[in-house]
């Protein structure tokens, strides 16, 4: 199938045939990062420019990461230092960025919408939403889609338990709509408080009991609590938290036997996860960071319109 997307805002627009597409691309992308040399010059000559305005680890090294095996020049701004702190507008920053050659611009931003803004003025560079506010972050949800596609195989009829800050997440609102669109059903667990009102228009189900939550899940995807994204007093504490939610043994048992333990980072141990559940035999958390890795080489690739990897 051919592929038509040059930008990445949001999962919304990518068809299941587009999403298969992107995991068969991304499991090719896997296999040369076990190569012992894993650069390709599949998008020699071209600059891609990672301008992250909010803190960022997994994300922002990984597509660092797929940038550079994948051949491309790469620069990571900030805006610290630059001529932001002077008082430029961002539609200037990324005018100027592109006018020194930026093919590409992947960005991350305290405000949603921001991907979009760039988008329109743009006048030729790709762009790739790396995260906006608490709205989106598709390419967290395509590694979390092809890591659980790795282990389960087809995601067809399959369960999956997101337990945690629903409200305030940008990954849950992607991870649905990629999981849903793969076949699978969601159901959502934690407090009150912490789930958006529109849970019906999400498309999943709730179940306050994270207990009942996951039974039948063939994964449990457990998310931090946001804290630089909400209000105090949402929650008792986070001792009662992880208490009613956090997820350990005992929770991990309620679940289909050999359900993946998943995680976007970074982990609060203790709190939304223990130990001996992060660190356990079901756990994913690991391969999900390399199949970030994995899935931005086969998103720039294929949006950028690379050679033979």
């Given at each position: ?56 680890t ?38 100027t ?30 762009v790739?939403?790396a995260?906006d ?15 659980a ?77 946001q ?56 756990s ?26």
């Amino acid at each position: 199938m051919a592929w038509s997307h040059r930008n990445l805002l949001d999962v919304d627009v990518l068809t299941r045939e587009d999403l298969e597409t992107l995991l068969d691309q991304a499991m090719h992308m896997e296999d040369l990062m076990d190569r012992p040399v894993k650069k390709v010059p599949a998008l020699r000559g071209k600059l891609v420019v990672n301008i992250f305005f909010e803190a960022s680890t997994r994300t922002r090294v990984s597509f660092e990461l797929a940038e550079k095996f994948l051949g491309a020049d790469v620069v990571n701004w900030a805006s610290s230092g630059s001529s932001v702190s002077k008082g430029e507008t961002l539609r200037d920053t990324v005018w100027t960025l592109e006018a020194m050659g930026a093919d590409a611009v992947v960005v991350r931003h305290s405000m949603p919408g921001v991907p979009w803004y760039l988008r329109d003025k743009l006048r030729r560079a790709s762009v790739f939403n790396a995260g906006d506010g608490a709205h989106a972050h598709p390419t967290q949800a395509l590694l979390d889609v092809y890591t659980a596609w790795r282990h389960l195989g087809s995601l067809e009829g399959k369960r999956i338990a997101i337990v945690g800050d629903i409200l305030h997440s940008r990954v849950t609102r992607s991870d649905i709509i990629a999981f849903r669109t793969m076949g699978a059903s969601l159901v959502c667990s934690g407090p009150r408080s912490l789930m958006p009102k529109d849970m019906g228009a999400l498309g999943v189900e709730y179940e306050p009991d994270a207990r009942r939550a996951v039974v039948g899940a063939d994964a449990i995807y457990l998310l931090r609590i946001q804290m630089e994204r909400q209000m105090a007093g949402l929650f008792p504490s986070e001792d009662e938290y992880h208490r009613l939610w956090g997820a350990n043994e005992e929770l991990v048992r309620r679940a289909r036997p050999g359900a993946l333990v998943m995680h976007p980072g970074p982990i609060n141990r203790g709190v939304e996860i223990e130990s001996r559940v992060a660190d356990g035999p079901q756990s994913v958390i690991l391969p999900q960071v390399k199949s970030g890795v994995a899935t931005r080489m086969a998103l720039l690739y294929l949006c950028m319109g690379g050679g033979e990897a």
